[in-house]
Structure formats: C-alpha cells, structure tokens
C-alpha cells in the first residue's frame, strides 16, 4: 500500500529535550516537505526537500532541521523544542521534484505538545 | 502573510443540498489550484485541482470554479453529503504551495 508514514503520532516533551520525528513513504517520491497545522493558520511549509541531499527552507524554519540522506525518509528535527513549536506535523511527499501541478501524499500527522 | 484565505472557517448545509466553499488568494503569480480535504486524524488528502488556464473542472459530485480576475476559487459540493464532513483546505501554487486555514465542513443528515 503506498503510503507516507510518521512516527510517532502524539509526543509530550519539555522545552530544550532534542526530539525527532520520522517521516518514510514507500512510493519512491523525489520531494518530501513537512508542513505545521495550527488553528487560523492553515498549514505551513516548514522545510522541504527536492531530492536526496537536497533540503530548503519553508515559510517557518526556524528551530526545525531536516536531513535527506535517503529517498525515502526524511526526519524533521527540534534540536530545543520551545512551546511555540506545539502543533500538528504534517510530512508530505510527490513524485516529481516540484510540487507544482502535483500532488501532494500527506501523512497521518504528529501531535506534539512542549511543555 | 496569507496569500491564501478561506474566510468562513466552518460551513453546515443539510444532506443532498449544496456546499460551497470559498477561497481568495492575493498573488497573481499562482497557476495552480488545488483542494484538500482533511478528516479528524488523519493527513489532507487530494481531492480536485484546476489551473488558471481553466475557469472550471468537474469531478463527480465536485466542481472547482476559477474566477482569475476576482483572484477567487470556489468548491461546489452537490449534492452534499454526511461523509463530506470534513476539513477542506485551499491550495495554491506557483512553484511552492500556500495553504488556507480551511473550513470545516458539516453536512446534517
């Protein structure tokens, strides 16, 4: 089954505590991105990657980092989280390199709450 | 600063009726349009697209309507019903993607 996966899907953590969380899809997709969901704000980009290697800033970056050392995983980094990061993630991914007339495979979301 | 805005951030229409869901954008440069439909728990899936060479694209019960000069994109759902009780967001394109805050959808039996 294709599919974009995320784990985990709820985290409670305390400010300044490094957490990952891990996004894979299994589809071969070249671009993947993560996106945050917070009320009256939709969602927004956070970091995107075009391909292996290849990673660029969203509207939201800071206090996140991301790595793409493989086509299939693509894990979304908050080296000290901070309150202010409490939302809903979303790790997104399509099948060309960019995101333009393509659609997007969204995961099942990770809730996460910094203390 | 949100390029993209749904304003009424819930809809309720009853069953078999029509849903309309509205959508502005300020940027003149986005091509592309799509809408996502968003269920508790779970992530944003596609459901229909249009670009701006379009002003309307059907599929089954969905029709998305383009008016470039308004900047403004609707979602006709007809007829509507209970199972098309979700988050529907607004997205669009011109290389990247904007997301609208969306609107939730509620559709009485």
């Known amino acids: 089954e294709a599919q974009v996966t995320q784990n985990p899907r709820y985290l409670i953590t305390v400010t300044g505590k490094k957490l990952t969380v891990t996004c894979s899809q299994n589809?071969?997709?070249?671009?993947m991105s993560w996106y945050r969901q917070d009320p009256g704000l939709g969602l927004r980009q956070i970091y995107y990657?075009?391909?292996?290697?290849?990673?660029d800033k969203g509207d939201v970056p800071e206090g996140y980092k991301v790595s793409r050392k493989e086509k299939r995983n693509f894990p979304l980094i908050l080296e000290s989280p901070s309150p202010n990061q409490t939302s809903l993630y979303f790790c997104?991914?399509?099948?060309?390199?960019?995101?333009?007339?393509?659609?997007?495979?969204f995961g099942p979301g990770t809730r996460l709450t910094v203390l | 600063d949100q390029q993209v805005k749904q304003n009424s951030p819930s809809l309720s229409v009853q069953e078999g009726r029509i849903s309309i869901l509205n959508c502005d954008y300020t940027n003149s440069m986005f091509d592309y349009f799509l809408w996502y439909k968003k269920y508790p728990a779970e992530g944003p899936t596609f459901l229909i697209s249009i670009s701006s060479i379009k002003d309307k694209n059907e599929d089954g019960r969905f029709t998305v309507f383009l008016n470039k000069s308004a900047k403004h994109l609707s979602l006709h759902i007809v007829p509507s019903q209970p199972g098309d009780s979700a988050v529907y967001f607004c997205?669009?394109?011109?290389?990247?993607?904007?997301f609208g805050a969306g609107t939730r959808l509620t559709v009485k039996p």
């Open positions: 997205a669009a394109s011109a290389g990247d993607m904007r």
């Open positions: 589809m071969n997709h070249e671009y």
């Open positions: 990657s075009m391909n292996v290697e290849v990673t």
């Open positions: 997104a991914s399509s099948s060309h390199a960019s995101t333009y007339t393509d659609t997007q495979y």
